[in-house]
């Protein structure tokens, strides 16, 4: 016999709402049911209006990321349980639901000049070390902003864990040419020294260790 489970999402339009709230849905439950396949039931057969995003399904795009009892998760990889309390990442303004403005964090990558300027002289073929390889595996889904405390959507003297892997993916790539430690100084990596709570990224990159070590350790102060 089909089961069903109860959860609660977070619902918030700010045309029209004068605040957010907590809605319950019951949905039918089969065992291994991803947060990601309840939120696209959800959408196809109570509320059309309910709005979350995803891409790939599958752990790449970073797209479906929010979070869950208070936790950053990835919602098509993360198993449906009873009793759950889905929200948006908190770090970042709600545009609706669940789906929260990314667009500002990505701009500050323009800003900041966080890519590899093509030159006639870069290298064809890119050898990285390790560190730098496994830091390529970030997403992109900014699920490490909701673990750090420090962290404050536009402020600009505080980057950030995102932006912080993004300067190490740079300077670990040979075909760098800025001087990555000196923008992370800038953007306030030295107060990751003494940070006690470290940050988190469900996709499993170790953002103190491969990213805000290997930054603090040849910063500029
Ligand atoms: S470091 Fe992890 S949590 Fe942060 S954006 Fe990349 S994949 Fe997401
Ligand atoms: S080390 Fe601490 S202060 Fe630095 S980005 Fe991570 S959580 Fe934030
Ligand atoms: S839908 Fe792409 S990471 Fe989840």
């Given at each position: 016999m089909p089961r069903n489970v109860s959860i609660e999402i977070f619902r918030y339009d700010p045309q029209k709402d004068d605040s957010p709230s907590w809605r319950t849905y019951t949905i039918p439950y089969e065992e291994k049911n991803t947060v990601l396949g309840a939120l696209i039931y959800i959408q196809e057969?109570?509320?059309?209006?309910f709005a979350f995003r995803y891409g790939c399904?599958?752990?790449?795009?970073?797209?479906?990321a929010l979070e869950v009892d208070g936790k950053p998760r990835m919602a098509c990889h993360t198993y449906l349980q009873e009793g759950m309390r889905i929200g948006p990442l908190s770090k970042l303004p709600v545009i609706r639901d669940l789906a929260v403005d990314r667009k500002s964090i990505f701009h500050d990558l323009k800003k900041y000049s966080l890519y590899i300027e093509k030159k006639?002289?870069?290298?064809e073929i890119i050898v990285e070390p390790e560190q730098g390889a496994r830091l390529r595996?970030?997403?992109?889904?900014?699920?490490?902003l909701s673990t750090c405390s420090r962290y404050n959507f536009g402020n600009g003297n505080f980057g950030g864990p995102f932006l912080f892997v993004k300067l190490a993916q740079l300077q670990f790539d040979p075909r760098n040419s800025k001087n990555r430690f000196e923008q992370a100084h800038a953007l306030g990596?030295?107060?990751?020294?003494?940070?006690?709570?470290k940050c988190f990224c469900p996709n499993g990159i170790n953002i103190y260790g491969d990213a805000i070590c290997s930054l603090l350790e040849n910063n500029v102060d």
């Open positions: 057969n109570i509320d059309p209006s399904r599958y752990k790449r795009c970073g797209l479906c006639e002289e870069n290298v595996s970030c997403a992109e889904c900014l699920s490490c990596i030295m107060h990751c020294r003494d940070c006690k709570n």
